[in-house]
């Protein structure tokens, strides 16, 4: 019996990329597929540096769609989330990798387990992939990415790190 695939969406994947970890999706999930849209949105920004990420990647596959119309059809999402939702039901996934409130919520809507970017340090650091959350949130915080002060406290209390 084979296990069901692990779906990515962009997010995860930039914010992976600007902590050199994008290798921890390998270690927690052994293989990632993002489909069409996921792999040209995370190419926009920096795109021979991040093909050359996703060459040396072999566990991020990227997967065309049976029926690239029904992600057309969910005009409430951007076309890498409405994909990467459309991949993972073509692929009954077991986990949808998406940080996007609209994505998520339409993920858990179609009834798949919903991972945030947090949610991957956590599981990392509770595999022992890593020893800390904090240095991580810190070097997303400082390369661009929204995280609050609440929101990091709230990871780092559930990563233990804090009270």
Do not use: C
């Not at 990515?8 to 999706?25: E, G, N, V």
């Amino acid at each position: 019996m084979s296990v069901k695939p692990v779906i990515s969406d962009t997010s995860p994947l930039i914010a992976l990329s600007k902590i050199q970890k994008l290798s921890l999706l390998r270690d927690l999930y052994t293989e990632v597929l993002i489909p069409r849209a996921v792999e040209n949105e995370f190419l926009q920004k920096f795109p021979i540096a991040r093909q050359e990420e996703l060459d040396n990647a072999p566990w991020i596959r990227v997967v065309d769609l049976q029926d690239p119309q029904k992600a057309a059809a969910n005009v409430r999402l951007g076309l890498g989330e409405a994909e990467a939702l459309v991949l993972a039901d073509e692929k009954k996934a077991r986990l949808v990798l998406m940080d996007e409130k609209k994505g998520r919520k339409a993920a858990r809507e179609g009834e798949f387990i919903v991972k945030r970017m947090a949610d991957i340090l956590l599981e990392a650091k509770k595999k022992r992939l890593i020893d800390m959350v904090e240095p991580y949130l810190n070097a997303l915080k400082a390369k661009g990415e929204r995280l609050s002060d609440p929101m990091i406290h709230k990871i780092l209390k559930a990563a233990g790190e804090a009270d």
